[in-house]
C-alpha cells in the first residue's frame, strides 16, 4: 500500500494559490468571484516609474518607452503607456457630432446658461483674439463649428471613462499630476492562477526594470501575479520546514516518552498515513492543494495518537492474547470515529479546499486506524510489560491539589466565556494571502498616485442583447449619479447610452433647439461678432451642426472614434449574455445601494472585495455554527454509545470545551480575527480534545496510571507538535491554523490531565 | 480638455516654413533639368546663410479669412539662434508669444515675464511650426523634400513655391509660397494659403543677422 503511494506521489500536482478556498458551490458567490476576476486591472502588471530629483520627466518617459519595449511575448501581449488609440481627428468630430445623442436634461440646461449676450460676446472676444496666434489659427475650423464650446458636455462625459483620477497625459503618456510619476499598463496571456507562469512573469519584469531603469529613477509593479508568486513560493518553502519539523520532533518525542527502539513503529504509522493520505488525494482530486499538504504535519499529529494509546495500553498489559485486541483498541476506534465524523462535517463546506482537507484527513485516520489496531501490535508483540504499581481514578491530582485546580480552571473558562464575544468573523481572502511587506509599500505608493484604481467595486448589467444591458446600464448609472455623485463614477453611460436613452436625448434635443430658439442665437451671435469684427457667416457651420440630428451612436462608432481599447474595458459578450461594467468606490455606502431591494436595478448585479468579504464572513460564520452544532450532536452521540453515561460524556468533553474556550477567549483579547482556516482550527480543537477526552475517561473506568497519563500527555505533545509547526509557517493561512490550534491545545491537555480526574472525584462524589 | 482642440489640426505646420535661412544638399538620385535647377538655387540659399548663427527681426502678420470682416494684422518679433532656440512674439494687438531653447518651451500672455512651461508635443501648431524653423536651420534638407514638392515662382528675388506631400498635410495646407532677400541670406517673406481659401502673409523687416541675442530671450 506504501508502495503503491509513493508510486502516485510521482504523479503529484500540486496547487498553491487561493482558489481551494473560495466557494464553488453558491452559483451566485461563484460568478461574483468570477467577475471579480474580470476587472480591468486585475489581470494586468501596472509599472509605476517613479522619477527622482536628478531626472526630469522626459527623461522618465525615454525610459518607460524602453520599458514598454522591452516587456515582449510570450510574458506581455501589450503595454499601454498612454491613450495612444485614441485619435483626436476621430475622435473630436464624432464627439461634436453626438452631441443630439449624448446631451442630458441638465446638459441642456447648462447650454441654456451660457447663451446670454455677455457670454456669447466674451467667447466670441476670445475667439477673435486667438486667431492672432499659430495655435488659435489652427483651431478656427472648430472655433467655427463650436464658437460656445459646447463639445465641452461631450469632453465631460469622457471623463466619465477614466480609471486614473491621479493623471494627465504628457506626451502622450500617463504621468501622474505632480509629474513625477510614469505609468505603464502590461496586459499578459499568463492566468493569475498559474503560480509558475507567474513567478517566471515577475522575475522577468524585475529583469527588464533592472536593465533599464537608471539609478536616479525607481520602479515598481503591482499585480495579482506577484501575489501569486509571492503565495507559491511562500507556500513552499512552507511544506518544507513546516512538514521537517513536525517529523523530526515527534520521532524525539517518541523515542523520549517510550524509550523503546519499538517507538520506530509508532513513528511508522502517522508517516506511512501521510503518504496514503496525500496519494489518495491526489488520486481523488487530481491536483492536491498546498495547504492540504502542509496540513499533513498536522495528520502526523493526529494520526500518532492511535499508535500510541495502543502502545501504552499494550505495554500496560504485557504479553497479550489476540482476543484481548478488541478491548485495548475500544477507545481508539471511537476515538478515531468520533473525529473522522468532525472532520465529515467539512464535506458540507462551499469551500473546495475545505472538502479536500477533510477527505485528506478522513483517509489518514483510517489509515492511522487500521496500521494501529491490525498491524502495530503484532510488531509490537516481543515487547515487556511495564504495569504501572499504582493506579488510581484521580492520577496524579491529590485531593489537596483538586479544588485549586478546578477553581483556576473555573475561572479561566469564565474569563474565556467573556473574551470570547469580542471575536470578530473576517471573510476577506486577503487577510489569509500573503502579502509581502515591500508589495504592501507599492500598493500603497500606486494607490497615492493614481487612486485606487485596482480596487474599485462592480456594477455588471446584463442582457440578452447589448441594447438590454445598456439600458440597465442607463437606469443603474442614473440611479448611482443621483447618490454617489458623477465624479465617483466610472461608466460607459454618458458616452455610450442605450438606444432608447439616444432617442429621449434626440427628442430633448430638437425640442431645446427650436427654430425660435436658433434663429435667437444666431441673431445675437451675428451681432455681436460684427460689433468684434467676424463676418455674418463666420460661425454658420456651428447653426448647421445644431440642426444636424447624425446616427445613433453605436460600439462600432466608438471604435472608429478610436475609443475601442476603453469599450472593452467596459463591455463583454459571454456566450449569448452581454455585461455593461460600471466602476464604484468599494465603501459600506456604495454596497449599502444595492443592497435595498431595487426593482429599476433589475439585471444589475453589484460586486465588490467588500461586498465578496462580507458574502463569505457571513456564510462563513453561519457554516461554522451549523459545523459546531452537527459536530456536538456527533460527539454527544458517539461519547453516550461508548461511555453509555452522562456523568463520563461530560468528563470526555472537558478538553474539547476547555480547548475551545481558551482559544476563542485568547483570540478575542488578542483581536485575532476568525478567519475561514480557523474553522478547521476548531474542528481539529475539538478532533483532538475529544481523543485526549475518550482516552483518559477510559482510563479513568479502569485506574488512571503512569502509562495513561504518558500516553495522554504524549499524543497531545504530538498533536501540539504537528499544529505548532504550523506556526513557523510564513503563510498567513498555516500560520493562522498552527496558532489557533496551539492556543486550543494548551487549554484541552492541562484539562484532560488535571481537570479530567479531579472533576471525576468531585461527580463521582458519594 | 480645451487644449485637445488643436491636437487634430497642423493647419500652421508650415508657418515660418522659411524664416531661417535654408540649404538642400544634393540628392543622388537622378535629377530633371527642372530638379536640377532647384538645386542649384538651393545651393545658392544654403551658401548664403551658411554663415548665418543668429537672426533677429520685426515681422508684421497679415491673415486673411472669410470668418473675418477686415484683415487681421499683426505685428511682433522674431528670435532665431543655431541649433535650437527661437522666440514668436506679438506685440499688437495683443502680447503674447512663446520661446523653445531645446526640449524647454515657455508661453505667456500679456507679460512676456509672466510665462508659463508648456509641452510642445501637446501643441502640434508650434510643433510644426518650430519643426520647420529647426530642419531648415539644421540643414536637413531630406526631410524637407520629403514633405514639399518644391518649384520656382521667381528667380530674381528668389521666390519658392511649396506643396505639401502628406495627405494629412494636405487636408489643411494647399500651398506655402517663400520669398528670400535679394543675398538669399534670410527670408523676406512666406504665405500660406489653406484649402479653405484663408490664407496667412508673414513679412520680415529690420533683419539684423548674426548679433549677439540675450541669454534670457529663450
Known amino acids: 500500500m506504501l508502495l503503491i503511494s509513493v508510486f502516485l506521489l510521482q504523479r503529484i500536482t500540486l496547487n498553491e494559490d487561493i482558489r481551494p478556498m473560495l466557494p464553488d458551490r453558491d452559483p451566485e458567490l461563484a460568478a461574483d468571484f468570477s467577475l471579480l476576476q474580470k476587472a480591468p486591472f486585475v489581470q494586468k502588471v501596472v509599472i509605476n516609474l517613479k522619477v527622482g530629483p536628478g531626472a526630469s520627466i522626459a527623461d522618465g518617459i525615454a525610459v518607460s518607452d524602453r520599458i514598454a519595449e522591452a516587456l515582449t511575448p510570450p510574458h506581455f501581449s501589450r503595454v499601454v503607456s498612454g491613450p495612444g488609440a485614441i485619435n483626436p481627428e476621430e475622435l473630436l468630430p464624432w464627439l461634436a457630432g453626438s452631441l443630439p445623442h449624448l446631451a442630458s436634461a441638465e446638459d441642456l440646461t447648462r447650454m441654456e446658461e451660457s447663451i446670454t449676450p455677455a457670454g456669447v460676446a466674451r467667447r466670441l472676444e476670445e475667439i477673435y483674439g486667438k486667431l492672432q496666434s499659430p495655435e488659435g489659427w489652427a483651431m478656427k475650423s472648430l472655433l467655427r463649428e463650436d464658437p460656445l464650446q459646447f463639445s465641452a458636455v461631450g469632453f465631460e462625459k469622457l471623463r466619465s471613462l477614466n480609471f486614473l483620477k491621479g493623471m494627465k497625459i504628457e506626451k502622450n503618456h500617463f504621468v501622474s499630476v505632480d509629474e513625477r510619476n510614469v505609468l505603464l499598463i502590461a496586459e499578459t496571456p499568463i492566468p493569475l492562477t498559474d503560480s509558475k507562469g507567474s513567478r517566471d512573469l515577475v522575475q522577468y519584469t524585475r529583469n527588464i526594470l533592472e536593465k533599464n531603469v537608471p539609478k536616479e529613477m525607481n520602479a515598481s509593479f503591482v499585480s495579482g501575479h506577484v501575489y501569486t508568486s509571492a503565495n507559491a513560493e511562500t507556500i513552499r518553502r512552507d511544506l518544507f520546514v513546516v512538514l521537517s519539523c513536525a517529523s523530526a520532533t515527534i520521532l524525539f518525542l517518541l523515542f523520549l516518552f517510550m524509550r523503546n527502539w519499538r517507538a520506530l513503529f509508532v513513528y511508522l504509522v502517522p508517516t506511512s498515513v501521510v503518504c496514503i493520505a496525500t496519494a489518495a488525494t491526489v488520486l481523488t482530486y487530481q491536483a492536491i492543494s498546498a495547504v492540504t499538504i502542509a496540513f499533513g504535519s498536522v495528520l502526523l499529529g493526529i494520526s500518532d495518537d492511535y499508535p500510541i494509546f495502543i502502545f501504552f ?19 481508539v476506534l471511537f476515538s478515531g470515529m468520533t473525529t473522522m465524523a468532525i472532520f465529515a462535517v467539512l464535506f458540507f463546506s462551499d469551500l473546495p479546499g475545505q472538502r479536500q482537507i477533510a477527505y485528506f484527513s478522513i483517509v489518514g485516520i483510517v489509515a492511522s486506524l487500521s496500521f494501529s489496531i491490525l498491524v502495530l501490535p503484532h510488531l509490537l508483540r516481543g515487547m515487556k510489560g511495564q504495569r504501572s504499581t499504582s493506579r488510581s481514578r484521580e492520577g496524579k491530582t491529590r485531593p489537596l491539589r483538586r479544588f485549586p485546580i478546578l477553581a483556576v480552571w473555573g475561572a479561566l473558562m469564565v474569563l474565556s466565556l467573556w473574551q470570547a464575544g469580542r471575536l470578530s468573523f473576517n471573510g476577506d481572502m486577503r487577510a489569509v494571502s500573503m502579502v509581502p511587506a515591500s508589495l504592501k509599500e507599492t500598493e500603497a505608493s500606486v494607490k497615492e498616485t493614481w487612486g485606487d484604481f485596482r480596487s474599485s467595486a462592480m456594477a455588471v448589467s446584463e442582457g440578452v442583447t447589448l441594447e438590454e444591458a445598456l439600458d440597465r446600464n442607463d437606469r443603474l448609472y442614473r440611479y448611482v449619479k443621483e447618490k454617489v455623485g458623477p465624479g465617483q463614477i466610472v461608466s460607459i453611460s454618458p458616452v455610450l447610452p442605450s438606444a432608447r436613452t439616444q432617442h429621449e436625448n434626440e427628442k430633448r434635443w430638437a425640442a431645446f433647439w427650436t427654430e425660435q430658439r436658433t434663429e435667437q442665437l444666431k441673431g445675437l451671435v451675428v451681432k455681436e461678432g460684427n460689433r468684434i469684427g467676424f463676418s455674418p457667416h463666420a460661425f454658420d457651420p456651428f447653426f448647421s451642426r445644431i440642426r444636424e440630428r447624425g446616427d445613433i451612436l453605436t460600439l462600432d462608432g466608438l471604435r472608429k472614434a478610436g475609443l475601442g481599447d476603453i469599450v472593452d474595458s467596459f463591455i463583454w459578450r459571454t456566450g449569448s449574455t452581454y455585461r455593461v461594467m460600471t466602476f464604484l468606490p468599494d465603501t459600506p455606502d456604495v454596497s449599502a445601494l444595492f443592497q435595498a431591494r431595487n426593482d429599476g436595478l433589475a439585471g444589475t ?43 463520563r460524556l461530560i468528563l470526555a468533553l472537558v478538553p474539547v470545551i476547555t480547548g475551545l474556550c481558551l482559544m476563542f477567549g485568547i483570540m478575542g ?18 478532533g483532538l480534545g475529544i481523543d485526549l477526552g475518550i482516552f483518559m475517561v477510559s482510563k479513568l473506568t479502569e485506574g488512571v496510571d503512569r502509562n495513561t497519563e504518558l500516553a495522554v500527555v504524549l499524543s497531545g505533545l504530538t498533536s501540539l507538535v504537528g499544529l505548532g509547526a504550523l506556526m513557523l509557517a510564513r503563510h498567513p493561512s498555516l500560520s493562522s491554523i498552527g496558532i489557533t490550534v496551539s492556543l486550543g491545545m494548551c487549554g484541552a491537555i492541562p ?9 471525576s472525584r468531585l461527580i463521582d462524589r458519594p | 480638455m480645451k487644449k485637445k482642440l488643436t491636437d487634430h489640426l497642423a493647419i500652421a505646420i508650415a508657418v515660418l516654413l522659411a524664416l531661417s535661412p535654408c540649404f538642400l544638399p544634393a540628392g543622388e538620385r537622378e535629377r530633371n533639368p527642372g530638379e536640377e535647377k532647384i538645386s542649384q538655387i538651393l545651393s545658392s540659399v544654403a551658401k548664403a ?89 539644421g540643414g536637413d534638407l531630406a526631410w524637407i523634400e520629403k514633405r514639399y514638392e518644391i518649384a520656382i515662382r521667381s528667380e530674381e528675388p528668389l521666390g519658392l513655391l511649396l506643396t505639401p506631400r502628406a495627405p494629412e498635410e494636405k487636408k489643411y495646407i494647399r500651398l506655402i509660397a517663400i ?40
Do not use: C
Open chain 2, 49 to 137: 546663410s551658411s554663415e548665418i548663427k543668429t537672426i533677429s527681426s520685426d515681422f508684421i502678420q497679415e491673415r486673411q479669412t472669410s470668418m473675418l470682416k477686415e484683415p487681421l494684422m499683426a505685428t511682433g518679433r522674431f528670435y532665431f539662434e543655431r541649433p535650437q532656440r527661437v522666440r514668436w512674439e506679438f506685440l499688437k494687438p495683443s502680447r503674447s508669444g512663446f520661446s523653445i531653447n531645446g526640449e524647454r518651451a515657455k508661453r505667456w500672455k500679456d507679460d512676456p515675464d509672466q510665462w508659463q512651461r508648456f509641452d510642445v508635443g501637446k501643441e502640434p501648431a508650434i510643433k510644426a511650426m518650430t519643426e520647420q524653423i529647426f530642419a531648415w536651420a
Open chain 2, 179 to 218: 520669398s528670400f532677400s535679394p543675398d538669399l541670406a534670410y527670408v523676406d517673406s512666406v504665405e500660406i494659403r489653406d484649402r479653405e481659401g484663408d490664407s496667412t502673409r508673414i513679412r520680415f523687416i529690420h533683419v539684423a543677422l548674426n548679433t549677439t541675442l540675450p541669454e534670457n530671450l529663450f
Open chain 1, 751 to 759: 484539562s484532560a490531565v488535571l481537570v479530567v480526574p479531579a472533576l
Open chain 1, 313 to 331: 495500553s499494550l505495554r500496560d498489559r504485557g504479553p497479550f492474547a489476540s482476543g484481548e485486541l478488541l478491548g485495548i483498541s475500544r477507545p
Open chain 1, 605 to 647: 448585479r453589484f460586486i465588490s472585495q467588500r461586498r465578496f468579504s462580507e458574502t463569505i464572513s457571513g456564510a462563513m460564520a453561519r457554516n461554522f455554527f451549523k459545523y459546531l452544532l452537527f459536530a456536538s450532536v456527533v460527539l454527544i452521540v458517539f461519547l453516550l454509545v461508548l461511555f453509555r453515561s452522562v456523568k
Open chain 1, 669 to 686: 483579547v488578542a483581536g485575532i480575527e476568525f478567519n475561514i482556516f480557523n474553522v478547521i482550527a476548531t474542528l481539529l480543537v475539538i
